[in-house]
């Protein structure tokens, strides 16, 4: 179940795991190497919380996604904290 309070995102420089808002099996492991901005809105609650967790570092490399995700990111204000986050480098 712990699986579910997490995500799990693959880039070029490592992987990264940060947690959800809420318990769900969506997305907990996202390899983000080859997305484009298209590929946003199927992954919008993912988005939100890595701009929220300031890690928009992370979609960094994807061409156009940082403008789109600060274009669509929700009105909802959120702490900053990287207690909860951790980055694996390979």
């Given at each position: 179940m712990?699986?579910a309070?997490?995500?799990?995102?693959?880039t070029?420089?490592g992987?990264?795991v940060?947690?959800?808002?809420s318990?769900?099996f969506?997305?907990?492991?996202?390899d983000?190497r080859?997305?484009?901005?298209d590929?946003l809105?199927?992954?919008r609650?993912l988005v939100?919380?890595?701009?929220a967790?300031?890690?928009?570092?992370?979609?960094a490399?994807?061409?156009?996604?940082?403008?789109?995700?600060?274009?669509g990111?929700?009105?909802?204000?959120h702490?900053?904290?990287h207690h909860?986050?951790?980055a694996?480098?390979?």
């Open positions: 712990s699986a309070s997490l995500y799990v995102v693959r070029d420089h992987i990264n940060l947690t959800k808002n318990l769900s969506t997305d907990t492991y996202v983000i080859k997305w484009k901005s590929d809105p199927d992954h609650e939100d919380r890595l701009i967790k300031d890690r928009k570092d992370l979609l490399e994807v061409p156009g996604v940082v403008e789109e995700a600060e274009k990111k929700s009105s909802k204000h702490k900053h904290s909860d986050d951790i694996v480098d390979e």
